[in-house]
């Protein structure tokens, strides 16, 4: 059987900032894919992570399907609706047009699909994260597709022999799709001379050489060019194929442990460590720190097992502490140097509006 997995992931509005939503957005949003979708997709799950609510479906109708991309827009504005009703902070702040056009792609929400034939066992992962942009999966992503310490099977397996295709976008562009493909393990310094700049170069998708079938996607996207002005961190999502010709399970978890830092955190504008947090995790400290969730699923002619939560375990509570700590030492350092984003990657505008008035004020010495 043919199955497409989309997932469309959004803040429509949050308890107290950015914590989480409440029970009532949450429980609207579910009714609400229940009621219109029940002829649409096969099977659904909803979720958060942090403020952001994720919907995936698995159906039939193909990736960039306007039904189901309506579905999630539409389910969108109807959870909007509760959260203003409630006074939910930022109610609706990723619905970046008025009306939907086609695709949600450039309107606000993060969006992840792939279509695939699926196998007599089709397990997969699925990513959310919030406070952070879609280079937070460049280094883990490059690890566990292309760095044998980290997958073993690249030297033990024969399915994957041959290694895998990656699909890079210069999110920096903004007349289109700027896009480039490269192998590994032939151009692997290629990849990695890309990928070092989180902020420009982001994997949108993955390929196996061994089969031609897609492995990883990620909701990459043009951020400069979403509603004519920069508009900051989308809180990526993202969804892994797993065993077999592809990397284990365990594979592409195991980067995680690293907690590397990335872009986010306060305001979407300074780098703090990614850690691995359990489904349905709520932001603190900073309004942060940036964190992903991973969800282990099985999909069997459409219909998606329940979740297993991948870092619901005794050793990530180790690196979770591990993260605690690296986020305290980077931050004690405030907005002094790599503890904020670079003047270009801010997102907030109240900076550029001084430095063009300190500029007029600099005076050249004789």
């Not at 919030?130 to 490059?142: E, F, I, Q, R």
Request: charged content about 20%; overall charge negative; aromatic content about 10%.
């Amino acid at each position: 059987m043919k199955t497409t997995l989309s997932v469309i992931k959004a803040d429509i509005g949050s308890i107290g900032g950015h914590i989480r939503p409440s029970e009532r957005l949450l429980e609207e949003v579910k009714n609400y894919v229940t009621t219109k979708g029940r002829s649409l997709v096969t099977d659904f799950y909803i979720s958060h992570t942090g403020d952001d609510i994720a919907l995936l479906f698995a159906h039939s109708l193909g990736k960039g399907s306007e039904k189901i991309h309506q579905l999630a827009w539409d389910t969108f504005v109807a959870g909007t609706k509760v959260a203003k009703d409630q006074g939910l902070y930022g109610a609706g702040q990723d619905l970046l047009k008025d009306s939907f056009s086609g695709n949600v792609r450039g309107l606000g929400p993060a969006v992840a699909e792939m279509e695939f034939q699926e196998r007599p066992n089709e397990p997969f992962l699925f990513f959310a994260a919030d406070k952070t942009d879609p280079g937070a999966y460049n280094l883990p992503l490059y690890l566990s597709f292309a760095d044998p310490m980290y997958n073993s099977g690249l030297i033990l397996s024969p399915s994957m022999s041959k290694g895998f295709r990656f699909v890079i976008m210069d999110v920096s562009y903004t007349e289109g799709d700027r896009l480039i493909e490269l192998n590994a393990p032939e151009e692997l310094y290629d990849i990695a001379a890309l990928l070092r700049d989180n902020q420009r170069f982001v994997i949108e998708a993955i390929y196996s050489r061994n089969n031609e079938e897609i492995v990883a996607s990620v909701s990459t996207t043009r951020l400069h060019n979403i509603a004519g002005k920069y508009t900051g961190k989308d809180d990526p999502v993202m969804l892994v194929r797993v065993q077999g010709a592809f990397p284990a399970t365990g594979e592409v978890l195991a980067p995680f442990n690293i907690g590397h830092y990335v872009a986010g955190f306060m305001r979407g504008s300074h780098n703090g460590p990614l850690m691995p947090v359990r489904i349905n995790s709520s932001i603190s400290y900073f309004d942060g720190p940036p964190v992903v969730c991973g969800h282990a699923f099985c999909v069997h002619d459409g219909k998606l097992t329940e979740p297993a939560d991948a870092f619901d375990h005794p050793y990530w509570d180790y690196v979770r502490n591990k993260v605690s700590q690296k986020a305290t030492d980077i931050r004690a350092q405030g907005f002094s140097g790599a503890a904020m984003l670079s003047y270009s990657e801010l997102e907030y505008g109240g900076i550029v509006e001084k430095m063009k008035k300190l500029e007029a004020k600099f005076k050249v010495g004789l």
